[in-house]
């Protein structure tokens, strides 16, 4: 894998093609790899399984990925 690949990067590709400022963007994560996401986007969403240092930078942390923590937040904040 490249050096610079990553989630962050990605998405900031999509989100410049579509004009859309990450600020304005929803994320869900669990692990390390997710930390650039939380750190780039304006709505950081934290699984109930996730890593200590997601949740503490999270501005809403669900349920966990087996308690159907996506669903619990997007019924929440999006339905």
Do not use: Q, R, W
């Amino acid at each position: 894998m490249h050096k610079s690949a990553s989630k962050e990067n990605a998405v900031k590709s999509v989100l410049n093609d579509i004009g859309i400022n990450s600020e304005h963007v929803m994320v869900f994560g669990d692990d390390y790899n997710d930390l650039g996401l939380f750190h780039m986007c304006g709505f950081p969403i934290a699984m109930g399984n996730g890593i200590t240092e997601l949740k503490d930078c999270a501005k809403y942390i669900t349920e966990s990925n087996d308690n159907d923590g996506v669903a619990v937040a997007l019924e929440k904040f999006v339905l």
